[in-house]
């Protein structure tokens, strides 16, 4: 079946960029979400591309989709305390069954 | 700007106990979601409704029910709770159409002993 990989933990130093990375199995994923979930608190959307795109910018974030790869990044530039948090990649499949799938989640902690 | 809300936030249950969880929405969206998250796995959907009168089942729809009461409301049963029914449940609802984004609730943290 599909499955979306994340590493689960990552560690940064404020002001550093930081870089999750996604990977998924189902080639006809047609978009690709990033979430972020603070404690506490449910999954917010953060940014997304569509598979035609290879790269997105919205103000800090980039999203990096290699689609040869199966390989989905977000990185965050001049990271700060309030990044940290979990964040989620989610594809959405149309394969038979409408499916959206979400990855494990990596919890990001940034040092002051 | 409620959004989607989840009640109750918190609750612990005996083994074999019954239970609700209700969730509602404000944003006039056609599908709403019920996930279920635990460590290490992400979330997992449970139920799903793509539109007012119908529900179909996600991954992991066994121990649930569901009931889309209206538009804007869409509950979560578990007839006879089970320790392995311990996780954190999160409600989402989507405007009609497979790429829509989902907008989630706060979560409820579901203890059962």
């Known amino acids: 079946g599909e499955d979306v990989e994340q590493s689960l933990f990552l560690s940064v130093r404020e002001g550093d960029s930081s870089v999750i990375n996604c990977t998924y199995t189902?080639?006809?994923?047609?978009?690709l979400y990033w979430y972020k979930q603070e404690p506490g608190a449910g999954l917010q959307l953060l940014t997304y591309?569509?598979?035609?795109?290879d790269m997105k910018q919205d103000q800090r974030l980039t999203v990096l989709l290699n689609k040869k790869d199966k390989h989905l990044s977000l990185r965050i530039a001049d990271t700060q305390t309030g990044d940290s948090a979990i964040y989620f990649c989610?594809?959405?499949?149309?394969?038979?069954?409408?499916?959206?799938?979400f990855g494990t989640g990596t919890r990001l902690k940034v040092l002051a | 700007n409620a959004g989607v809300t989840q009640t109750p936030k918190f609750q612990v249950l005996k083994t074999g106990q019954s239970m609700t969880l209700q969730c509602a929405q404000d944003m006039n969206h056609n599908s709403m979601y019920w996930y279920r998250q635990d460590p290490g796995m992400g979330l997992r959907l449970i139920y799903y409704s793509a539109s007012e009168g119908t529900t179909d089942k996600g991954e992991v729809p066994n121990g649930y029910n569901v009931s889309r009461l209206n538009k804007r409301e869409f509950s979560l049963r578990l007839e006879s709770a089970a320790p392995s029914q311990t996780s954190v449940y999160f409600c989402a609802s989507s405007e009609a159409g497979h790429n829509q984004p989902q907008h989630f609730g706060d979560g409820t943290r579901l203890s059962i002993l």
């Open positions: 591309i569509f598979s035609n795109m």
């Open positions: 989610a594809v959405i499949t149309t394969s038979g069954t409408y499916k959206y799938i």
């Open positions: 189902d080639s006809s994923s047609t978009y």
